[in-house]
């Protein structure tokens, strides 16, 4: 079975441009988690979705948005791309996104705002 | 908020030695789970391990165990018979229902584990 696949795996924006990264979770899978890596802050939950629907948000700006499709790929939308947007962004899938169920992370996509 | 702490920010073992990667975490939960993911240079965050709370026994794949302390909320990974390919960032997780139903993982600041041959 195919592991998480994420597009772009590296992208390079200027500040005040927007970005969608895209995240393809296990077949199967229903629900899709995002995380924001930075070696200062590290690993910090963006949101989750799970049936097309957000079930819950990060303490992340506005800027930051996802949506989920019927297939259950996911894509995050970053507008107004700050400096302080580079990172590695992480999605991960899980089957229902319950508690029990095991996260498996995808190869992440590395964002650098010039 | 659940919080999630590694004390060690770096960790070095000798090739076939063991070592134990410390993380101690909080919460008021009784119902979580915890893991250890692994990610190597090449940035794949994978799992190693994971542990459910309700379960006294601790858990163990091949080279990897834990020693789940629940009453001191204490969740170290010990490795055996250490090899090069263990090499990598190890970042411990917790997962339980956070305020608003969330399952969301929550991370400590990760142990960078260096092997030496």
């Known amino acids: 079975k195919a592991g998480v696949t994420q597009t772009p795996r590296y992208l390079i924006k200027t500040r005040g441009q927007q970005v969608t990264l895209s995240c393809s979770p296990i077949?199967?899978?229903?629900?899709v988690s995002w995380y924001q890596q930075t070696p200062g802050q590290g690993l910090q939950f963006l949101f989750e979705?799970?049936?097309?629907?957000?079930?819950n948000k990060g303490n992340f700006p506005g800027r930051f948005s996802g949506r989920q499709f019927s297939n259950s790929r996911s894509e995050m939308n970053v507008s107004t791309l700050e400096l302080g947007d580079s990172a590695l962004y992480l999605c991960?899938?899980?089957?229902?996104?319950?508690?029990?169920?095991?996260?498996?992370f995808g190869p992440g996509t590395r964002l650098l705002v010039l | 908020a659940q919080t999630v702490t590694q004390s060690q920010p770096e960790m070095s073992v000798q090739e076939a030695e063991t070592v134990t990667l410390s993380c101690t975490y909080d919460?008021?939960?009784?119902?979580?789970?915890l893991f250890w993911y692994k990610q190597p240079p090449s940035r794949q965050m994978i799992l190693v391990i994971r542990?459910?709370?309700?379960?006294?026994q601790n858990a163990t794949e091949n080279r990897f165990s834990v020693n789940f302390q629940k009453a001191a909320k204490s969740f170290s990974l010990k490795i055996s018979d250490s090899q090069l390919g263990d090499a990598a960032m190890y970042f411990c997780?917790?997962?339980?229902?956070?305020?608003?139903?969330?399952?969301?993982?929550?991370f400590g600041k990760g142990t960078k584990l260096t092997v030496n041959p």
């Open positions: 991960a899938s899980s089957l229902d996104g319950s508690v029990t169920e095991t996260q498996y």
């Open positions: 077949s199967g899978h229903r629900s």
């Open positions: 979705y799970f049936s097309e629907t957000q079930r």
């Open positions: 919460t008021s939960e009784s119902d979580y789970y």
């Open positions: 542990q459910e709370a309700y379960k006294q």
């Open positions: 997780a917790y997962r339980g229902r956070t305020q608003g139903g969330s399952e969301k993982l929550v």
